[in-house]
């Protein structure tokens, strides 16, 4: 009996030294019909507040970023999620506009208004990559202020073009323990467990 007290604490104290795992927000539509989409994967991407942040271009995460790819079309089938990467997102015209309105949409979970911005994005978009829905993967903190704020947020989602609101949106937040996780594997257990939190909701990812 003492062997497994001492087992069961020991435990603990591992648990809380590693950080607790994170929970999962899930806000999904079931009217929002992205069945046959083809999705276009973009890259992860820094943000900042409310905004795209001015880092995003010096921001690189390839292992989150293989992540995404191998997540959504071992999901969908390679035919059907199509990845964008970081270099090809930098040079598609308005994209720092386009995601700063996402991140502000994703937070009031409303529709997105067509405007300059939305409409050249989405017009260059369709034009390189073909029409379809649009996955994110947002992360408001880069590795230097994790190191130093023990956090990573994380927030998720699927955008539908043709309705221009949200299918579905996760959001996610680690804190680090006694032992802080190093910070690519803490954005890859984020993104792993926000697919899994989606999967259990809504059954697939689309």
């Known amino acids: 009996m003492k062997v497994l007290v001492s087992l069961l604490a020991l435990l603990s104290l591992v648990l809380v030294a590693c950080g607790g795992g994170p929970s999962v927000n899930v806000y ?11 999705i276009v994967v973009f890259p992860m991407l820094l943000c ?28 969908l089938g390679a035919d059907n999620a199509i990845s964008i990467p970081k270099l090809a997102f930098d040079k598609i015209p308005k994209a ?24 050249e994005f989405l017009a260059a ?4 990559f ?3 829905a649009l996955a ?3 992360v408001f903190e880069d590795k230097a202020q994790y190191e130093n704020g023990k956090k990573v947020h994380l927030n998720m989602g699927l955008f539908d073009v043709k309705m221009m609101t ?15 996780k190093p910070y690519e594997m803490v954005v890859q257990d984020l993104v792993d467990e926000s697919f899994k939190a989606l999967k259990e909701k809504a059954g697939s990812l689309r």
Do not use: C
């Open 48 to 75: 900042q507040g409310g905004a795209l942040s001015s880092a995003n271009g010096q921001y690189s995460n390839p292992i989150a970023d293989a992540l995404l790819t191998k997540s959504w079309a071992e999901a």
């Open 166 to 180: 949200w299918k579905w949106i996760t959001k996610t937040v680690y804190e680090a323990g006694m032992v802080p």
């Open 136 to 138: 994110f993967a947002l």
């Open 28 to 38: 999904h539509r079931a009217d929002v019909d992205t069945a046959n989409s083809r």
């Open 130 to 132: 073909g029409d379809g």
């Open 125 to 128: 978009v369709k034009k390189q």
């Open 96 to 119: 720092n506009e386009f995601v700063t309105l996402i991140v502000k949409s994703a937070d009031t979970i409303s529709t997105l208004a067509q405007s300059g911005a939305s409409t």
